[in-house]
């Protein structure tokens, strides 16, 4: 991990002589956006938000987010394209029931159905899928996973990705341990996350630029919102407290622009450039209009912000990057718990006898009674 964390994206020269006079190409063109005006749930400062449960989640649910989350699904399968398999790590062969959680449009639950024709593959979130066309093996529901789970049968697989800020310390620790419980002994848990803090190996972004303070501006709000955007630093501790066993990480670096000399890399860089360019107004907008430092910041306070970031963005001779961590490990096995239940259970048996061979007696566990008064008056 440290050694992928070390090592540097070189950059490819070839971009400058090709866009030596650099105006503004394809890949950075602003007139792709496919916002549009048909809106669901609750709208607020030009964007519209799931209403299943006020203020649940930080992101929009609008054209233009799932535009942002169709081309991080793109980054991920891009930048794991050497894996036999892009979609997931854990050894998982022949799965029957999937689930996964915070689904958003349903890409990677999607994939994952066609991909295993005979699984049962369930996504959930917040609000509807804008899909028309599903595998019947796909379903895509709509709930709140902090509520109590109602799928009846357990899952031998179940996936997260981008939560990032979705929830609380505690309210993260509720789902982990609702994912260990509605996995099979054995089943495995995976997720992948991304950081919001940019990167740069060598200088080229500027620390006060704006896209150099992003993450710092992102991530106070996000932290007085009591939903720190940090998970992908605090999720490999939280998943082994739920139990899970048999942790594996990898971590990546995504660059942002098509910068990065290495094809792979400069593919997922071009597609970064497209989440962020589309994602940055959805990911502020909500979260420094109530939760900004060190007040919370006007609707247009945040439309300069933003488009000053897309500016930075824009800039080809900016190296930016960020980091994104993928871990996957298992529930024990019945077998695995049972060995474990009876190496504590000896642990305690010679314990005690220790303490019994020492002289060392146990006190009474009933509450000791309240002292009675000895003066003999009344
Ligand atoms: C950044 S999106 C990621 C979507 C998808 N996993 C992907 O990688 O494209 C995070 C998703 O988590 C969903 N989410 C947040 N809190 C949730 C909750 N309590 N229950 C279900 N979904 C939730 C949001 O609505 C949002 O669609």
Known sequence: MSQEKEKQIAVDPDLYALTAAY??????????????SIYRGVMENGRRYQTIREGAYWGPSDEQQFETLEAGHLVCLVTDSDAPNPLFRAPVKDPQRVLDIGTGQGSWAVDMADMFPNST???????????????????????????????REPFDFIHMRLMLGAFSSQEWDRVYKQCYDNLEPGGW???????????????????????????????????????PLETLDTMGQEIEKAGFVDLHEKVYKWPIGPWPRDPVLKESGRLSYHMWRTGVDG???????????????SKEEVQVYVAKAR???????????IFARRIWGRKPTLEEVAAKNAKEDKEAREAKQAREAAGVKEIKKEPLSPPTSTSGRS
């Open 23 to 36: 105006g503004v190409d394809d890949n950075q063109s602003e007139t792709t956006s496919l916002a549009s």
């Open 121 to 151: 593959v369930y996504g959930v979130d917040l609000y509807p899928p804008p899909v028309t066309w599903m595998p019947p093996n796909c379903i895509l529901e709509v709930d709140d996973v902090l509520q109590e789970w109602t799928w």
């Open 189 to 227: 848990f995976e997720q992948l996350e991304g950081g919001c803090t940019v990167h740069c190996d060598d200088g080229s972004l500027p620390k006060d630029s704006i896209l150099g303070q992003w993450g710092k501006n992102i991530c106070a709000a996000a932290n007085n919102a009591g939903k």
């Open 283 to 297: 990911w502020a907008m909500f979260l420094l209009t109530k939760y900004g430092m060190p007040e919370p910041w």
């Open 311 to 321: 500016s930075d963005l824009q800039n080809p001779n900016y190296h930016g990057y």
